[in-house]
């Protein structure tokens, strides 16, 4: 079964700073896709960012990054310029090619201090 | 913002009662999908439809059934509410094209309290 592991409860980081939220996933697919979502208190699920599996080169939305690494199955984001609106709990999720639902994490709350 | 609602919002029943939550869609997407959100677990599947009709189950489908009479609503229903059911649940549609799966779009949860 596909499980998806985010080791770290809370992070905290400064304004304007950067910081990475880790990931790592199981699978036996070779076809599947990752995201990225971020829940504010408003709890409204918000897609970050997505990464195939299949691709290469690691996603990048403005000022979210991720490290796609294949082989370790890591999935970590990072935030640049961290603004306090980035205040939230950010779920990684998984999802196989031939499947539509999506396997969570456990969530990391992130906060960000002035 | 894909046109999802869910119903009611917020909702506090007593242990026994049936409860059903209502979700709703404007984007005509085929495939519809009920999470509960708790502490420490994060998001997990309770059941999911295909189409109208066609529904299967999820990780954590025990005490909860759901309907699909038309495309854009997919009901969850609690034959009887538990305790252990309170969770804030969350309705997601998705749409594939060319054999992939699209992302989906989550409607804005509903909290549910099971006294």
């Known amino acids: 079964a596909q499980t998806v592991t985010q080791s770290q409860p809370e992070m905290s980081v400064q304004e304007a700073e950067t910081v990475t939220l880790s990931c790592t996933y199981d699978?036996?697919?070779?076809?599947?896709?990752l995201f990225w979502y971020k829940q504010p208190p408003s709890r409204q699920m918000i897609l970050v960012i997505r990464?195939?599996?299949?691709?290469?080169q690691n996603a990048t939305e403005n000022r979210f990054s991720v490290n796609f690494q294949k082989a370790a199955k890591s999935f970590s984001l990072k935030i640049s310029d961290s603004q306090l609106g980035d205040a939230a709990m950010y779920f990684c999720?998984?999802?196989?090619?031939?499947?539509?639902?999506?396997?969570f994490g456990k969530g990391t709350k992130l906060s960000v201090k002035p | 913002d894909a046109g999802i609602t869910q119903s009611p919002r917020h909702k506090v029943t007593e242990t026994g009662t049936p409860v059903t939550l209502r979700c709703h869609q404007t984007?005509?997407?085929?495939?519809m999908y009920w999470y509960r959100q708790d502490p420490g677990h994060g998001l997990r599947l309770i059941h999911y439809?295909?189409?109208?009709?066609?529904?299967d189950k999820g990780e954590v489908s025990d005490g909860y059934s759901v309907s699909r009479s038309k495309t854009e609503d997919f009901l969850l229903t609690l034959e009887s509410a538990t305790s252990s059911q309170t969770s804030v649940y969350f309705c997601?549609?998705?749409?594939?094209?060319?054999?992939?799966?699209?992302?989906?779009?989550f409607g804005p949860g509903t909290r549910l309290t099971v006294l």
């Open positions: 439809s295909y189409g109208v009709k066609d529904t």
């Open positions: 699978t036996s697919e070779s076809d599947y896709y």
């Open positions: 997601a549609i998705s749409e594939r094209s060319g054999g992939t799966y699209n992302e989906q779009f």
């Open positions: 999720a998984y999802k196989a090619g031939s499947q539509g639902n999506l396997i």
């Open positions: 984007e005509n997407h085929r495939y």
């Open positions: 990464q195939e599996a299949y691709k290469q």
